[in-house]
């Protein structure tokens, strides 16, 4: 009889992805089995610490140490929070310094390849994830970005454990792409943000989905072109991954949409939205178990 394996599929959505935190922490206190973890971007970060090391205190302990690091208070991510500047309400000038820090973003954009340099994502990498070799960690892991030389999913199943994250969360324009045997790599989110057929693949028998993407509801603007572009590709995103998340047995979505990707400042917050929605859920979880080993037992 085959073994019933859970597996754990962790979704892309930056600073939210700390609600991954929560929900680990819950699972781990209710003695709920995780066999397989894998993840897209943030989830693939927070998917690789908590294989290499399953103890959730300690995920969120290294996590907290980073976010509040000077390393990390030097990286250009507070250019990117909107919070910093959006408090003010309506009046001309928070328009006008709204739009000038935009304008200079993408200005940027395309005149480098990326905006945190090669140099800077290792750093942060190294800072958050132990160097071994996805082999090594104590649970199965693989971690998920798109090839943009082929547009395929390139799923990372073995190699460098540093190497994989970085590709996953290799934002386009923000983050540089990984260049692995001839193929550029990025962020996986754009092609499979809440991986779970790869997590099916390494053999896992029931799957839980964790999104924390904000979706495409809620206030937004329109105010050039590259707005119109960034809107479309988000409905594109969406509407795929809804497609592809399915598959999963059970998908937990927590209440984190109204924190701002770049805004690691709510960690505190995000990671009790994560608890609070896998509490909601335990009851379904362990009749989902339940059911799955009589299953398999027959």
């Not at 754990?8 to 992805?17: T, V």
């Not at 709204?98 to 800072?127: C, D, P, Q, T, V």
């Not at 590709?233 to 927590?254: C, F, G, S, W």
């Not at 608890?275 to 859920?281: C, M, R, S, W």
């Amino acid at each position: 009889m085959r073994k019933l394996k859970v597996g754990l599929a962790l979704g892309g959505g930056a600073a939210r992805g700390a609600a991954h935190i929560g929900i680990l922490k819950v699972l781990e206190n209710e003695n709920i089995p995780i066999h397989i973890i894998t993840g897209t971007s943030i989830g693939a970060i927070i998917g690789a610490m908590y294989s290499t090391h399953p103890k959730a205190l300690e995920v969120e302990k290294r996590a907290r140490e980073y976010i509040e690091s000077a390393r990390f208070k030097l990286t250009q991510f507070g250019f990117l929070n909107k919070k910093k500047y959006s408090e003010k309400g309506s009046g001309f000038f928070y328009k006008f310094s709204h739009h000038i820090k935009k304008g200079i973003f993408y200005n940027l954009s395309l005149a480098k390849r990326s905006l945190i340099s090669e140099e800077e994502l290792r750093r942060h990498i190294e800072a958050l994830t132990d160097d071994i070799d996805i082999g090594e960690t104590h649970l199965r892991f693989a971690a998920t970005a798109l090839d943009i030389t082929t547009g395929s999913e390139f799923v990372f199943k073995t190699g460098p454990l540093r190497k994989a994250v970085s590709a996953s969360c290799a934002i386009p324009g923000i983050l540089p792409p990984v260049t692995l045997d001839g193929h550029e790599l990025v962020d996986g989110g754009s092609i499979d943000l809440v991986p779970v057929r790869p997590a099916s693949e390494l053999g896992a028998n029931l799957i839980i989905a964790v999104d924390v993407s904000k979706g495409i509801d809620g206030p937004f603007e329109l105010s050039c072109g590259i707005d119109v572009v960034i809107r479309t590709d988000k409905i594109m995103a969406h509407t795929l991954n809804q497609i592809l998340i399915r598959e999963a047995d059970l998908v937990l979505k927590p209440d984190v949409q109204d924190v701002f990707w770049a805004d690691f400042s709510q960690l505190d917050h995000c990671v009790q939205k994560g608890e609070e929605e896998a509490n909601k859920n335990l009851d379904k979880i362990k009749r989902l178990l339940s059911k799955k080993r009589v299953t398999h037992w027959f």
